[in-house]
DNA sequence: AACTAATATCTTGTATACAAAGTAATTGAC
DNA sequence: GTCAATTACTTTGTATACAAGATATTAGTT
């Protein structure tokens, strides 16, 4: 365990955020969550500190920490963006990787194929989650590789419902075959599109999803 | 000003380690700092958390705050992925663009046109991000364009001193150009190009300058 | 003289105490 | 009865106090 109990705490509030025990604009007490997890306030108030510059609180002075969930306009921006940084890996990584890793991609894909068969949307994600991890890395770029890391966790809880549409599971695995041959052939453009693509499905998804709740709330 | 001294702060010791008072390495001082600042050592700690998260400072437990800059490898890291996100402003932009944002972008490079006439390399420096950080706006994207201005900002002080360079003001005007007449084509993939290889150019310079330093140590 | 062990000192991490700002409630006037 | 103002009560921001781990120093042994 850590030994600074401030980035345990950030973690836990993080979790309990994202699995939406606090809702967005909740306040989040400072008091009230220090007993919570047995500490005082100083270090409760660190792991706010440190929830604040991840973005997953405000912090308004004299007025407390509250949740920020991004409306679904960041949202969208935010998917955009992942499109695009993993369209960029993608790119570096059809010119840098080696064979060894292009094995390590279709073994993990093969397991992408092993969840959609036994229809385990879980296992899917986290097989999913290793694949395009693993083109992060292979952008040759570690810098590059801890940005992408970062907003897939970020963007991890609006994914994961996403999977259980009918119908997706067998999509998206057709779609990372693509990227594997593109990736194999070693052709740059082809591979960013491809993973570009793939990853704006979920965009539009969502998108569609927001437009559907729109209309229903009218 | 502020009404929590914990930014205030944080602000000034960044500003502290960006102008080189405080190199890579050197440990933090809560204590030092924290009279120094003419505060406790509260909302100085608060402060270092704030510093670790935007990467400036390592945090390790029970030993210490320490100054860290990023080596040659990162910081090569770091220019490659600032060329891909303004690469994608300009491709996002290069469609989303209004002709009015095209008149300020012109506006904007023009006043570094002017710099560059006055041989003014600090002038030209912050006209030359407001020419970019237009380019990030004009995105269409927020979330994209904080992301590629807080690297903007990160990559600053080491960008600053290659502007000097001898012949880089003029050469910098005419990749500039090429970038206007791709977004007013509105050619997504030319504007990418455009605005890929104008900043790869200063991180070559900068691997020039690191392998010549590395070859001048041996 | 060099290495190890024990102690002393320093520094970080955490709790508590206090002060100022903000919010809620109660009292008073219209 | 409603609105405003003053007062009481929370809650945040900061300082100080204390505890535990890390570093430095000194003493002892080989």
Redesign the pocket.
Known sequence: M?????V?IANSLEQLIFDGTFADGD??????L?EQF?????????A?QRLESSGLVT???????FVRQPGPLELLEMFEVMAELEAVCARLAARRMSDDALDMLRLANARCQAASDAQDADLYYTENERFHATIYRESGNSFLEQESLKLQKRLRPFRRQQLRLRGRMPQSLTEHEVIVEALTAGDSNAAANALRDHVNVQGERFQSLMAGLKTAAS
């Open positions: 850590e030994q600074r109990s401030a345990n306040r989040l007490d400072e008091v009230r220090a047995g500490v005082s306030r100083t270090p409760l108030r660190e706010l912090l308004i002075p004299r007025r407390g920490a």
